[in-house]
């Protein structure tokens, strides 16, 4: 999972495994969060998104899950192939409204090996 | 073309010069933003603006300026830089809404000798 500090969390899998990437976020208060993708050379691209009142929302391969009691986000990206090959990072609008405040977390480097 | 772009894609410049990073949309976004990106760290705001008539500092606003030149460009200055502004800048939109989703640029790889 994503932490603070100068060296990305890492994550290596086999093509075709099911990948999971953490995310612990810290504001209680936060309602509404996302997942980026960030390839090499690239800005950030957005997954997927969950708002506080879900649990789980599903994409195509990918499936966000929120536990609001212990502030844990995950994403789960199905058959992983190589082009998911990239950091991967969360955000949560703690802000709301005209109070904007979008947190970044600093990210995941998830390497799929062929 | 992309929704966002981003000129220059890379720049080098010494210590003290004044550099102009600009951003412009093509998505009617009424939000846009600037960040900074470090190695190893996340995403860092710098400037936000919630449309042409206003601007907002983020959490490292200090040594950086903006102008909102209308709704489709942001600009972001260096008046003076310095070697630890050295870093990826990324410009993003967002809609006016409950959910301000960003769209980010390919970003400028800005070095700053």
């Known amino acids: 999972g994503e932490s603070v500090g100068l060296h990305l969390p890492t994550l290596s899998v086999q093509e075709g495994d099911n990948s999971i990437i953490n995310c612990a976020y810290s504001?209680?208060?936060?309602?509404?969060f996302i997942w980026y993708k960030q390839e090499s050379g690239k800005g950030p691209q957005f997954i997927i998104d969950?708002?506080?009142?879900?649990d789980k929302r599903q994409g195509q391969r990918v499936t966000v899950l929120l536990n609001k009691t212990v502030k844990h986000l995950s994403l789960q990206i199905a058959a992983t192939q190589p082009g998911d090959s990239a950091v991967y990072f969360c955000a949560e609008n703690s802000g709301g409204g005209s109070n904007y405040k979008l947190t970044f977390g600093k990210g995941t480097l998830l390497t799929v090996n062929p | 073309d992309a929704d966002v772009t981003q000129t220059p894609r890379n720049r080098i410049t010494k210590t003290g010069k004044r550099i102009m990073l600009e951003c412009s949309q093509t998505k009617g976004h009424d939000r846009m933003y600037w960040y900074r990106q470090d190695p190893g760290l996340g995403l860092q705001l710098i400037y936000y603006s919630f449309d042409v008539k206003d601007i907002n500092k983020g959490e490292i606003s200090d040594g950086y300026s903006v102008s909102r030149q209308a709704q489709a460009k942001f600009s972001l200055s260096l008046e003076s830089a310095i070697p630890n502004q050295t870093a990826l800048y990324f410009c993003?939109?967002?809609?006016?809404?409950?959910?301000?989703?960003?769209?980010f640029g390919p970003g400028t790889r800005l070095t700053v000798l």
């Open positions: 969950i708002r506080s009142n879900m």
């Open positions: 993003a939109t967002s809609e006016t809404g409950p959910t301000d989703t960003q769209y």
């Open positions: 504001n209680s208060a936060s309602d509404y």
